[in-house]
């Protein structure tokens, strides 16, 4: 007998604001910092985009991090980071680097161009209080190793992953156990409809970045610049009623439901593990 489950729908919606962070780099913070566990296993998503150097030249000096993953992917633009290892990579146009800072990782992000557009995203990922303390580990990982997968109506690159669309099968490059995560940037063409399954174990998210797209049986609409968490389980439907290609994110990940504490680039499970982390990194040990 087959499950009956709650038709797939918005359950909440939050709209991007400005921000800066880094060394005055200007971007858009669509969520982070508060009531963290409604995005459970997710911590923070920022979408930094912009034609003026002066907007993102400052990038991100050297920070540290402990007890979370980020996934930088890059739509357009040039970033190098650099870490206290020394490990160097680039990020170019397309790419994604998904590094664990496990126990601590101590690096730099900054921009290797002084013109033309810069524009991607930075998620954070939660770390299970188990592997909070890892060894720091890099994955990156080239454009052409993510590539587009085109089909009738739509075109998707995978980053992290499985799924289906339109009863096409979509494997994402990365595969990450503890969160299930699933990570796509889809491209849906004018007056396209595309279905998809919503499992009822993961929490899951839509954020547009480049036009509107409406959502479910009912039709809610998710405008520009705003990210929508969903509720339900079962088949998700995303239309675009307009006349232009619409470009957003679908974000997904099974919840940890681990307390959640942190203070700025450290995310532990309690408040002595960020004040340790905090202490750790003013002696120099952080990453010992």
């Keep these: 007998m087959s499950q009956k489950h709650n038709a797939v729908k918005i359950q909440q919606q939050v709209v991007a604001r400005a921000a800066s962070d880094g060394d005055g780099v200007k971007l858009l913070r669509v969520f982070g910092g508060n009531n963290l566990q409604r995005f459970d296993p997710f911590l923070m998503l920022d979408e930094f985009g912009s034609e003026q150097a002066s907007d993102y030249i400052g990038g991100f000096p050297s920070h540290p991090h402990r007890g979370f993953e980020t996934v930088t992917y890059m739509l357009q633009g040039k970033m190098e980071h650099r870490d206290h290892i020394g490990n160097v990579g680039l990020l170019e146009d397309g790419g994604v680097q998904w590094m664990t800072a496990g126990k601590g990782i101590i690096h730099s992000e900054m921009p290797k161009q002084t013109q033309g557009k810069m524009h991607g995203f930075q998620l954070w990922v939660n770390l299970p209080a188990k592997r909070k303390l890892v060894p720091a580990a890099y994955q990156d990982t080239p454009a052409d190793k993510l590539p587009w997968q085109e089909f009738a109506g739509f075109s998707v690159k995978a980053i992290a992953g499985e799924t289906s669309i339109n009863d096409n099968k979509i494997n994402g490059y990365f595969t990450i156990a503890d969160t299930e995560v699933v990570y796509l940037?889809?491209?849906?063409?004018?007056?396209?409809t595309i279905s998809m399954p919503k499992s009822e174990q993961l929490n899951a998210m839509l954020y547009s970045y480049q036009g509107a797209i409406h959502v479910g049986e009912a039709g809610s609409i998710n405008k520009e610049k705003t990210?929508?968490?969903?509720?339900g389980a079962g088949n998700?439907?995303?239309s675009n009623n307009s006349d232009d290609t619409v470009k957003f994110l679908f974000i997904a990940g099974k919840p940890l439901q681990e307390p959640i504490a942190q203070y700025g680039p450290f995310v532990m499970n309690t408040a002595q593990e960020v004040e340790q982390a905090i202490l750790d990194f003013r002696n120099d040990v952080l990453t010992d």
């Design 185 to 192: 940037d889809i491209h849906l063409a004018p007056q396209q």
């Design 236 to 238: 998700l439907t995303i």
């Design 227 to 231: 990210l929508s968490l969903l509720s």
